[in-house]
């Protein structure tokens, strides 16, 4: 479920053969990387030099969401 939200959302995933990494830059955000691991979505922004680590597609669905407005007011 977690890679359904991310192309949702435009994030592609990089070529990174030892693990499965989506991304997704733009002037805004600067990086917002997710590692997706067993049952986890673990997502690091950049610019915020934040780390949340999600276990449902649903939170991590609400999170982006809410996750460009935040950028913006910073």
């Known amino acids: ?6 192309r949702r959302k435009r994030y592609w995933r ?11 830059h733009d002037k805004d955000s600067g990086g ?4 997706l691991k067993e049952g986890q979505a673990i997502v690091r922004v950049e610019d915020l030099d ?10 991590l669905e609400d999170f982006l969401d ?7 007011d910073s």
């Open 32 to 35: 917002v990387y997710v590692t």
């Open 66 to 72: 809410e996750l460009k407005p935040e950028l913006w």
């Open 50 to 59: 934040m780390i949340k680590v999600f276990t449902s597609a649903k939170k």
């Open 1 to 6: 479920m977690f890679r359904k939200v991310l």
């Open 14 to 24: 990089s070529r990174n053969p030892g693990e499965v990494v989506y991304l997704n």
